[in-house]
């Protein structure tokens, strides 16, 4: 499995997706272009649409399109709609909500102190249950997205100044978020109470930036600073001179980071540094310790690609095992695979990987991936592969078995589809993959891999709950779920 | 001058443009269908958006489109996403806010009893004091329109039931309007309380129908009933067991009605019963009286198409000169003018009209015409005319001056760029036209052609203040708008 | 009936429609742009398609769409893809091949002697045949337009001059046409022996133009110097010096000129000057001669818009009948009403007419329409005006009994369907259409109108066979039908 | 550098670009499935547009559009559009010609015994001197297309059979192509006399396929039978019974086969078998051969993805220096690059590559690239990896220099762009790109990774001028130039 946007993915669904990356900078002539830059080095966290709002000392610009940031963004004619030289943009897999293009963020309202526009990333636990309350008190939701929530919140706060108005509505939510706000004079930056999705600030020519990952800041040559904390707000503000006022406001009593383990198996751009760590370095451990805890012996170590490669590489090292590419893919996928026909479907997953005979025939074959979510596309590749040639196919998984959905911002199927809940032993999902052997590296073993040290289950250094089922938070709507009546929502095409 | 769309009127600005048309049905299978067939007949009153909302018990369904109906609700797979047994729909030009899709209407909301959707011809005369009220008490305002704010005060209304709330909401409000509402279970028409804007109330097999002009009712073989009258709020709702009831609350004290006479003018169309007056009647009427109010010896008598025909008809009846097609109109005029080149703009007029030189050379001509808003349409007719060969031209206007903007649904030029305001003379106007005579008919030959009765001044029977300046409501926003901050506005592209 | 595309007309084929209209304009710095405007000005002419090429002294340049000529060649960015100071365009709306945009004219080739661009108003009888001459001798066909035929001669003409090349291919055609041709220093002119279609000449600013109308000669203020005569050819060409040459050569035996009795009818606009006579007299004289040969006693004459409306205006005058607007038109077509629903289907021709019930109700009726091709559209306005509440409806057709289809250029339906041969007697139509009386104008009372006298039945002044069957040239194509076999023709999208 | 379509090559047009791939098959039910499927395996060797020809047995059907296959052919409606039993189609990056949907392919042709499609890879080089000769002989070229030359040179042929009238065609036509043509009944293959480009026939449940690579094969599950031979011509004709006869016609003095070394260096991919050799593994011999020739003391081999990584693997395996991923490519480029900004210019590279600083920074590192045509990509990928760190840079470049334009389909820069002729000496080049070391493969280096043996400079193995100038075939067109008249080609966006 891999993180990229393909056909066999939307057939059969056997992929995880992440909603949303976000970028912001205050103060820079080139703000907007170099918002688009910056998201589309977070194109990977969301391919489906792509907005941008900026600030010109006068008006706010909103640009909002679905498809990806190089399909609209380098338009000079669509950069020039976004003067100013303050800007935030964000990048979409919808999760929460139809993929319809009001629901596509940044979300703008004005205000009675002025307009403000965020984006975000993540989701909240108590989205559905808070929309509830708004309608019931007479607010009017246009969009089906939980970040509208957030704005109602902003609008409908007591408080006098922009910032605090954020901060009291942030505070409302609960869930796992990495949220921008613009409003006329300032860029806030916010992170949930535990630090569940990824932000960090950077700064170029002095002006301050922040984004998901870093790949972001290194696109543009911007400096990384830090990680903004979980629970942190930073304002940054323009002032009347020019110059940038920080602000970095602190929960009092702080919790424990917890960042979520998906960035490093599988979302982060390996090139990226989620919380102090390298991402490729992160997952050619996970390869490393995998060799240790899974050995066999075999001919090819082969990368299910583009995921698997780097855990591959560290696998063939700590082996000795040869690495090769058994596998080429097709990177030609055309943008829009809706309705493919019945022909198209059952050539699966062909359409974007094929076995590289001359490497597999006639060898024992060490396939790498990075995790497996349903199973369905590891079938088709098992078979892609004997039908190459291979004479044995060993299956080793670079993390954990997967059992429990997420609500802090990655669309997983439901639990029951899951592969590790649908046979009771390593066994039985061995047969039904088709392989001759299979094995997931320990949850110690990713803990390692990322932090060096095994799991403390007192004090888990990580969100892993698909893996453990350890929530680290609420779980309000679900919790309330029984009780709520369907929306009337509106379905829409203008 | 005339009421079609076309390219001299995007260059000069020289026309006038009403807001929008409205229809409505409840209980039948065909409801979708049936409004934008009501639409397409009403196309008239708004060439640059349209929109439909339908419910079909579950959900509520909306389409929204830039263009003319023709252009896109004739396609089945549109109206096959507006399935359900009711509807309503709206043409749009737009006057207050911009015309971009977000804008359009119907707009929709969910409220805690449920789903509703409302539609709206005419303008808010406090719309914009009412929008600064709501925004100051949290509410977050997505569209320009006017319309929202209507929206936002029924979601805070108190009332339980939402016809209630939908009465609580048009009550805070001032101006003209023709409102049209539907929610799960109810279509509801409402006018303002003097009845500026029309709306009538028509049935087809049993089913309740409320439009603009009745020749929506005509396109579908549907019966005209009565007026929706000034100030009267009708609601029709269906019940459990299928039936239909309809509840008419009329105010308890009744003003008297004060119909726009601009519809008689110009934006109605000619077979259309407004007020119960046909409208070619009327139309034909002035002619009359204008020709007796201003007759000229003259050979022939030629309408400026298509608005003024029915008058020069009447006109040629009443004076016993010839009636004669001596300008032929160009029907097909392109869609989208935006940005015309100079060479384009430089010909001006001829682009949808022409001369018939055969009909004019060497003769004395009597133009008529329904109205003068700037004048510049009627410089380049005249030149037009002159170079044809005309020996005389004669101008006659089957209304009269007009000195004073709209605020009810008329988008109007600002009022010192009128003809009536930059020239102090008739004789002085007749000479910027280019003209050997030009006369306007009386305001008493107005009244008398439309309703048979010269003004009464105590009383007067319609809305007529272009022409004398007698605004019949307050115009709040106009008094306060020194005190109000400009909303920093979002600019828009998706 | 009227010219004017339409819902009913695509629903009922009740209409006819013509090929096309040509503008070409030699020496103009405003080359494309003047073509443009005299396109719209001949967009009646056909509405499906337009083209411009150009020549810019290096490059020929080539612009073809579907669509209005307003649609596409206002826009600044398309008229300056058509540099240079020579153009010729065509509107098309296809008879022969079906309209795709390969099929769009003007046609280009690259000859040895340097490129040329064709556009051609009418109709080959012998294009078939000699296309598949040239398929036999090796030649490849693009399209399916007869026009590409005469490119082909072109081609392959041994005369080393564009304009010998030319004359040669255009000799070997018959039919009814009006073309042009431009080559690097030429335009070209030139009308079928006997001069069915129309075609020509003016100047502006000194430079030669030619087009099917004069109403293309108005629109851009040029002047009309005279018509092409039947058989001529006209050669301008731009001398080294910047001057222009033109050379008219004539046919050595002429044949008299009969130009098609249908342009006066129904296809030339009324104030366009055809063979000398201005059309909208011409239809007014229809009128006129229609109510001295057909008298009825009625309250009002109306016409069926706008067709019908010269006529009634002369029916009217000579009959003493008031004339009065009873049918409206709405001129809000959309533009694509390919598979209409069943639904709209049914409202028929109420999407584009209604009836004006305030002057039709109670009254005796006199319809005037210019002609009757199906008579579907005509039960349909029949039964609108009785709906209407009309005591009598007397339809009066200005024109005569169409027996015959055409081979020169006007889209007919199979002679089976045409209203006459349908029925044996004057009654029998009659009834089929629902009126209390039905007349139409007789053949000679429609050459008077035209021409000022009877039909000289040894030396017909026009062609006439849909009305009389006399066919004014061999018909090639029709006689050889049964051997031909089948193109194995491309069913292309791309 | 590496072959998919990016930012920066479209900027500093740093690449080299293959015009074609085709596929074709005879007598299956899901033909133009499968065409479709087996182009989108091709994708990488050309990415403009695609086109596909089916014949149902009564009618050719074609689908021509701009972009990718799987944008376009992944429409069930669109498949639907290509009924029949037999399809070829194309899959295009412009060389010759603009890139306009008439140049599209397959192109087609209506002869006197049928239609016949064809689709080509490769270029001719007497294609402009064909064509001119076609021109002064009266034929109409409506593409700027070289292969529209071969469909005329079989509508002009006397042959009687359609193959006979292709093989004659070709016979006529100079240069390095594979070709394949489908008439009513055949599907015909055809390889130039030295076999320059690749060609393959498999077959799908017995019915016969030729395409360009086996991975169009494998990618439907086909089987490999052979290489259509240098010169040979394969006839594939399906009899009236059903069945499919195959008559393969070899010229009767063979010459030896040339194959291109750049389809091993960089078009092909890596799981393709071209000439019966596999990409992937010939490329992973030229990094082998390429650390036995240049050796040098370093901490890690990085790839420049993705063209570079199987050298790489060589590279790495042979010196035993750790292979890493260095620089993290960005998979999500948009679609349409033309006129960037020039701020997103300044970004260059970056927007496809990033280095991956973990891995990078204090490091000696050995970049392996396949290739490097003007050096300007090479110049900023050395920076990137500077800034990220690295202590020394050194370029390993697994082809030797290249020196010379190709004319046989390969879109390569002008001669003196290549920096192997800026540059005098390798240091010179070094110094120019900025890397510590610079080595190239050497020539038979490069034929012993493919081939086995050194080149045979009596004989060459391989078609390989742009590395040594030893062209393969005349140089027609090259040789004619200045005595060409520039043809007045039509500039034409319809």
Not at 31 to 51: I, K, M
Not at 180 to 204: F, Q, S, Y
Request: aromatic share 6%; proline share 5%.
């Amino acid at each position: 499995m891999n993180h990229f946007l393909s056909i066999e993915d939307d057939i059969d669904g056997d992929t995880l997706h992440e909603e949303c990356g976000v970028f912001g900078i205050l103060g820079h002539p080139d703000a907007a272009t170099l918002t688009a830059l910056g998201l589309h080095a977070l194109q990977h966290r969301g391919q489906e649409a792509a907005g941008i709002v900026s600030f010109d000392g006068q008006r706010f610009h909103s640009e909002r399109r679905m498809g990806l940031v190089g399909d609209h963004y380098t338009d000079p004619a669509t950069l020039a709609r976004l003067p100013g030289d303050r800007s935030i943009g964000h990048v979409r897999y919808s999760t929460t909500g139809e993929t319809i293009l009001r629901n596509v963020q940044p979300l703008f309202a004005e205000l009675e102190v002025g307009g403000i526009a965020i984006a975000h990333n993540g989701n909240f636990t108590n989205g559905l249950t808070m929309r509830r309350q708004l309608i019931a008190d007479g607010a009017i939701c246009q969009s089906t997205s939980d970040t509208e929530v957030v704005l109602h919140l902003i609008a409908r706060s007591k408080h006098p100044s922009s910032s605090d108005r954020f901060i009291d509505a942030i505070h409302q939510m609960e869930g796992g978020y990495s949220m921008l706000a613009m409003t006329r004079t300032k860029l806030i930056a916010a992170r949930d109470p535990i630090g569940i999705r990824p932000l960090v600030m950077g700064e170029l020519d002095g002006k301050p930036i922040f984004c998901s990952e870093t790949c972001a800041l290194d696109i543009i040559g911007a400096k990384y600073i830090r990680d903004v904390e979980n629970g942190e707000v930073v304002i940054c503000e323009i002032q009347p001179d020019g110059s940038i006022t920080v602000d970095a406001r602190k929960p009092e009593v702080s919790r424990p980071e917890r960042l979520c383990l998906f960035e490093y198996v599988y979302f982060a751009r390996p090139d990226s540094v989620v919380g102090g760590r390298n991402v490729y370095v992160a997952r050619k451990n996970m390869g490393i310790n995998l060799a240790k805890e899974a050995p066999i012996e075999a001919d090819v170590v082969v990368p299910v690609p583009d995921g698997g490669t780097p855990a591959a590489i560290g696998y063939a090292q700590a082996s000795g095992i040869p690495f090769e590419l058994g596998i080429i893919r097709n990177h030609y996928v055309g943008r829009t695979f809706i309705e493919p026909t019945q022909q198209i479907r059952a050539f699966g997953v062909k359409l974007k990987h094929s076995a590289n005979r001359a490497i597999i025939e006639g060898k024992r074959v060490v396939l790498v991936d990075d995790s497996i979510v349903r199973g369905t596309t590891s079938v088709k590749i098992v078979q892609m592969i004997r039908d190459a040639g291979a004479r044995e196919v060993h299956i080793r998984v670079a993390s954990p078995m997967i059992y429990h959905p997420d609500f802090y911002g990655i669309d997983t199927p439901d639990a029951d589809k899951l592969l590790a809940n649908q046979y009771t032993s390593l066994k039985a999902m061995c047969d039904f993959i088709g392989a001759d052997s299979l094995e997931f590296l320990s949850i110690d073993g990713l803990y390692r891999a990322v932090g060096g040290s095994p799991r403390d289950r007192a004090q888990p250094q990580f969100t892993d709950h698909y893996f453990t089922g350890d929530y680290p938070t609420r779980l309000l709507d679900r919790e309330s779920t029984s009780n709520v009546r369907k929306l009337s929502v509106l379905a829409s095409n203008g």
